[in-house]
């Protein structure tokens, strides 16, 4: 897995937001990285996996940030090469969004949720408690996308595309009791009935990982 080239696409308009993306970017050993607020577009050529983190920005903001829209192109080019692309938050409600599916407002999320995922290898050992910190959420998923985690807060927690290697989930696999003070004071984090303690969500990106691989052999 180690010489697999994974392609980050860095998606915050906030720079005193970075810190999630951040968190992500250290799951991965060198990635390439893209940010589209800045007007950078990535060449998929010799990609083995790509990811798309979270923001701040909301996806129906688009008038405001034009290269949304440019990202969304994208996701059609990912399904139709069948790379392998994980999403995350944002990049969840992205990626539905362009594929016929609709997101909302739905007020602030920041604790530690229940989760019920379905029996995908995304989610092979991961405890079933993971960090959400979101504003918006899709409330139908894109053509093609099946419901592949639901929470009770947010029935589209999760998804994954039935022909092309495309999953993803409403939730930061990425945050640990490591950004714990961070998103109390941003977000008004509430651990609720749990801890950090027990919580694996990184497992995901080593899930991610793995299955990439599996294609590529």
Known sequence: MADQTVLVVRNEVDTDAEYHEEALLAQFDEPVVVRYPEGEEPTLDGVDAVVLTGSTAGVYQADE???????????????????????????????????GGTVEHVGTTATLVDVEFDDDPLFDGVEPVVPAVHGDAVTEPGDGLDVVASAEHCRVFGTRHRDAPLWTVQFHPEFTAAYRDRLVADFGWEDGDHGFDGVDATRVYENFLRLAAERSV
């Open 65 to 99: 940030h034009p290269w949304m829209d440019d990202e969304m192109a994208l996701v059609d080019e990912l399904v139709e090469r069948e790379i392998p692309t994980l999403a995350v938050c944002f990049g969840h409600q992205l990626v539905n969004a362009a594929l």
